[in-house]
């Protein structure tokens, strides 16, 4: 499950009250071309696309906190929504596992 990411001991926060980052379960992480060749792999660094439902959701400056887990800070939302979209805001630090993200590129 997606959550918030918490400054307590390096825990993390659930918030049932907003929705989790999905990604359809027959659909692979897209990575985006890097060079002359295919990204194929997450990257300290990198800049993810989330999913809230059609909106997509940028996340920069990946961090890899665990096996298939990852900590990053939301960049913004598609489509100009402004600062906040379901309860997440620009600027916020969240985690989320491999499994939530659509899309990776490089920075």
Do not use: N, W
């Not at 990604?23 to 060749?37: D, I, M, N």
């Not at 913004?76 to 600062?83: A, D, H, M, P, R």
């Amino acid at each position: 499950m997606f959550s918030r990411a918490s400054a307590t001991a390096g825990g993390t926060l659930g918030l049932p009250d907003r929705p989790d980052f999905e990604r359809p379960a027959s659909r692979e992480v897209f990575f985006a071309r890097s060079g002359p060749l295919i990204k194929t792999r997450i990257l300290d660094g990198d800049i993810v696309t989330l999913k809230l439902g059609e909106v997509s959701v940028i996340v920069h400056s990946i961090v890899s906190t665990s096996a298939g887990r990852y900590r990053g800070t939301i960049a913004g939302f598609e489509k100009g929504l402004g600062l906040t979209c379901e309860g997440y805001s620009v600027g916020e630090a969240v985690e989320f596992t491999e499994r939530q993200m659509f899309g990776c590129a490089g920075p």
